[in-house]
Each structure stands twice: as C-alpha cells, then as structure tokens.
C-alpha cells in the first residue's frame, strides 16, 4: 500500500474540489461543474482519465447518471489477423464515427507496441483487458500466478490505460452454478480464470489480490472495470443464478474500491431477452449501489449471425433508456469473426443511434436538439444540412446521391422515393399559408371555455 496523497479524481471530489477535468466535462454535458463533482464523490459518476494520458492528448469524458449514454468501441488484433496499421486504422474510423472509448483487446503479436501506438494516437480513453497478456505471458492457463497479473495490470497503468476490465468477482463457489448452461462460460477472462481454479481448486487470484490491484490502479487513477465473467452468452442463460450470484460479489468489490478512492464501472450482461431488460438494470444498479452500468449490448434473440449489431443495439437502446451508462458496441462481425474497419464503422453508427435514443427518453438537456434541427432541414430540403446533423454524414450524402441526376442532387424537393408528384412535405410547404389563415379561422370560431371558479 501507498502511504502518499491519492490523486484520483474521486478523492479530490471527496475533497470538495473542482478539477479543470470536472469543469471540461461539465460543459460539454451541459450540466454544472458542482453536480459533476458531486457524482464523482458519490461514484456515481467516473471519469476514466489516467494521469500519464491526461497529461498528453487525452480529452476526459464521463459515464453515469447524469451523463449522455456513452459507446465503446472494441478493436484489436488477433494471433491471425491484423496489424498495428490496422488497429489505429479502426482507432480513428471508431473516433471519426463518435465512439466514446475504445478497448483494445489484442490478443495477438506486438501487445504492448499496439497499445502503445493506440493510447498515442488517442484523444479518447483506453480500456484495456489485462489477464489476455498474462495468458500469453505463460504457456498455458494453469501457468498463471497472482503476481504475473499484477505485473501486467501494473505495465498496461504504466503506459496509460484509462479503464482496465478485471475478472476478480468470478469466485470458485460460482463454478457450479455454471453446470447445465446453454452455452457456458462466454467472457475470455472469466473463461480462462474457471481453468485455472478448476486446476488447483483455488480462489480467484484477482479476488484474493484484489488490494493489490487497487493500489496500482489508484496510483496512476484507472478506473476499474468490474467484468462479468458469468454474463449469460445465449437468451437461454439470462438472468440465472450464476450471472446473479457473481452480481453480488461485484457489488462489494465496488465498495471496497471506493473505500480506497478508486472510481468504478460494472459490466453488464450481453444476452436479455427484452422482458428481463428493466429487472436487470434495477438489479445492478441496487446491488452495486448505482455505480455506472456497462453492458454489451445485450443481444435480445440468437438467431441473426451477420446482423448482431442490429440485434443488440435494439437491446442497448432500451437498456440506455432503463439506466444503463456505457454500451459497449456489436458489430455484424460478433460471433464469426475479428472485425475490420468498416465493421467498426457499422458497430460504431448503431450504436450512436441506440445511445442517442437513451438520452431523449432519459431527458437528458439538449438531447433532442440536434432531431429537431435535422427535423427542420429536412422539412426546408436543406440537403447539406441534412447530411451534416447525420450520425453518419457520409452515408446519408452517398445514398441521397446516388439515385437522382447530377441537376437534383441538392436543390430539388423531393427524394428518389416519392419524386416531385408524391413528396408529402412539398405538398405540405406548399398549403402552409393556406394552413395558417385556416387554422387562425378556426382558432376565431371556437368557443372559449369558461375558466373554472373556485366555490
């Protein structure tokens, strides 16, 4: 343990302080800077920013209640796909295209030179897994030890990871609840550390160290990314008794870390069925005492393979709505393959929508500001406009152009679907006066109801 001052930004919080980071996220969340602050100390609200990275490039953000519905974006490369070029390639497609963290979860060749070109390149925070390079640190999973971890947790802090996920609420008296599942255990971290306690019927290193890890994630201010090692992989599996009693561990390795100022998210599960959504959020935010939610999706059905980013993002945007913080994107790659660029790009686009969703039904201030504005554009046939409000600007230009003449292409009102005879706002324009004069008539003829009189 440290005996120094910590330099988290929940213990300045705590300490009634009001950073320059508070301030900056304050603004862009359209809240003030005091709430902001006053989130942070409660830990209701983190603010994923180590200090090496936000003393670069790093632009802070936060996720939690008081805030917009945040995405993250999953890269990294595999031990038979990709590159370094390739990850910064889907870093700055991620980014252009509005996500809000990016994990790198690498499991292949150049592990730290990858992070280390993607946290460089980064105005965004970091997340990272860190047991993936313990693994291959080893060559095999009963090869693990307590200390190899801490090493690596310690190595990813040192090069500026903002949000580590750390698999420490998987406990051996979990294990049998596991029997019987659909489809097991599906989280890589929780899978890997089931081995090994399986191997030496031992508890969870990371549970037991979990001090430790505090120390070296309070030192450098990560916050710590509680996985979810029991989320249910399949609709069959949710909501069972694994994915709860693991819930539950959470919720007090949540405690424990605000108890040394280390500010916490939970991960959510990845597979609901849309009538268990609302239940699950209530739980988590209940038993983890309204620390903020971060869940994958969920998927709400198994059947659409190449279309997973659809399946969950319906699954996101009702799981922002009910409470959820941080949605951590699908892309049409999830369950068949390592995603390229322009998975990212589509990941990242369905997931803007979901999350921008959240935050009208949410009541989020401003949220609806940018659907009226395009509301508007779109009534007035401003095409530019238009396309600049879009989540995707580029798409909306590309489908727009492509099926009218080159002489229609920005100036005509109507679109390729209903043509100038058909286009119900043309014809909408066009009567406006008329609609005006009617509906003052009609305002005029109407009589005025009495005015109700107190007895």
Known sequence: ??????????????????????????????????????????????????????????????????????????????????????????????????????????????????????????????????????????????????????????????????????????????????????????????????????????????????????????????????????????????????QFAELETLGELTKRAWERDVQVMVEGPGHIPLHQIEMNVRKQKEICHEAPFYTLGPLVTDVAPGYDHITSAIGAAMIGWHGADMLCYVTPKEHLGLPNANDVREGVIAYKIAAHAADIARGHPHAQDRDDALSKARYEFDWNEQFRLALDPERAREYHDEALPAEYFKSAEFCAMCGPKFCSMHHSRSIEDMLAEFAAEHDASTPQQPSAVSG
């Open 1 to 242: 343990m440290t005996d120094r001052v910590c330099p988290t930004q929940m213990y300045l919080a705590r300490q009634g302080e009001i950073t320059e980071s508070m301030q900056f996220v304050a603004e862009r969340e359209h809240r003030p800077p005091e709430l902001i602050r006053d989130e942070i100390a409660r830990g209701r609200l983190t603010m994923p920013a180590n200090v090496l990275h936000l003393a670069a490039r790093l632009e802070p953000m936060v996720i939690g209640k008081v805030a917009r519905v945040k995405i993250n974006a999953n890269i990294g490369n595999s031990a038979v796909s990709s590159s370094i070029a390739e990850e910064i390639e889907k870093l700055h497609t991620a980014i252009h295209f509005g996500a809000d963290t990016v994990m790198d979860l690498s499991t292949g060749d150049e592990l730290d030179a990858t992070r280390e070109a993607i946290i460089a390149e980064s105005p965004i925070p970091i997340g990272t897994v860190p047991i993936y390079q313990a693994v291959l640190n080893v060559d095999q999973v009963a090869d693990l030890t307590a200390q190899g971890l801490l090493e690596v947790i310690e190595l990813h802090a040192r090069q500026g990871v903002d949000y580590m996920t750390v698999h420490a609420g998987i406990l051996l008296e979990h294990l049998p609840l596991v029997h019987g599942r659909v489809t097991g255990i599906v989280s890589r971290g929780g899978s890997l550390l089931a081995v090994w306690m399986m191997t030496y019927r031992k508890q969870n290193p990371l549970y037991e160290h979990y001090d430790d890890i505090l120390d070296i994630l309070r030192t450098y201010d990560v916050t710590i990314s509680l996985g979810d090692s029991l989320r249910p992989g399949s609709v069959a599996d949710a909501s069972d008794k694994a």
